[in-house]
């Protein structure tokens, strides 16, 4: 709890707060951008992990991973986009976000899904894809990386709208 | 009518259930939905506007299935929004702005499956069929005006003071 009040106050003295405040159009606008950010990352990193899944046969996996770039860019815009929700919340402050258990479990499935990522990259797995034909089959380890990736990203979209509706979750956990 | 609607047993529920399969589950999935339909189409306006030619277009419309997973998602999840909220919503002229270009993005989406991938007439210079790029264009301002006209729609009071109405 000290953590997080150290990690308010710091978020306090930024003047992301006082922009916030003093422009209406601040919020909406970056709620918006947060949507377009969610579709176009679940869009591009979906369609790898449902190829390696099997799904649209045809397409070489790696060719389609020419997409992942644009879902990158979309997770920065989401990250810039969300740290002003935070630090810019007008009415609880950053206080109320951090100690959200919604939010706390959407940035836990977030860095799962960074380390499924990690370990796409570092353990080879994304290597044994470049054999594969356009027409073929993805192997197992692969197909486990796709199926977490496709997991956590639909769980950080549920956890993401349940953090405006936080004492639903804390009721069913009976908390 | 609309009141019948607002308090049957499912809007009620939908609304005023503190269960966390209710309003809030309901909502998260309406946001699935949108990702899944709006995030696919993306990837197929991209791939017609020359994003990553190498794919070929047979194997694009095979996502098309999934965007209708999206869609029929959105429909159930917000027709149970809608009714929990009918007089709100349909008061708001942001959400029928919402839903005229719902259906638009719809239609677009239609008519580049029939005329880019199912049907296509003949081919331009770029190797793709005719009016691609047309449909492409529609599917991204569609789906983006549409998604913005619903996120107005939780901010009024906002609008009011922007627009004027």
Known sequence: MDALQAISDFLITLPIGDFVASHDWVWPFCETLHFFGMSILLGTVGIVDLRILGVAKGIPIQTLEKFIPLGVIAFIVNAVTGFIFIAGNPVGGPMEYLTNLSLGLKMLTVLIAGVNLLIFYVAGIEKSLAVVGADGDAPRSAKVVAVVSLACWIFVIIWGRFIMYNDTLLYALGL | ?165
């Open chain 2, 1 to 165: 009518m609309m009141e019948a609607i607002e308090n049957s047993a499912y809007a009620v529920w939908v609304r005023e259930s503190p269960s966390i399969f209710a309003y809030t589950t309901i909502l998260s999935l309406h946001a699935i939905g949108l990702a899944i339909i709006v995030g696919i189409n993306y990837v197929v306006a991209f791939r017609l506007l020359g994003f990553v030619p190498e794919i070929k277009l047979p194997a694009l419309r095979k996502l098309f299935p999934w965007m209708y997973l999206g869609f029929t998602i959105n429909l159930f999840s917000g027709s149970s929004l809608l009714m929990a909220n009918l007089h709100n919503d349909l008061g708001n002229w942001l959400f029928i702005v919402k839903l005229v270009l719902i259906l638009f993005a719809m239609v677009n989406l239609e008519l580049t499956r029939i005329n880019v991938f199912d049907r296509p007439g003949a081919i331009g210079a770029d190797g793709l069929p005719k009016n691609a790029k047309l449909f492409a264009w529609g599917a991204l301002l569609t789906w983006g005006f549409a998604m913005v006209a619903g996120r107005l729609t939780a901010y009024p009071n906002f609008v009011e003071a922007w627009l004027g109405f």
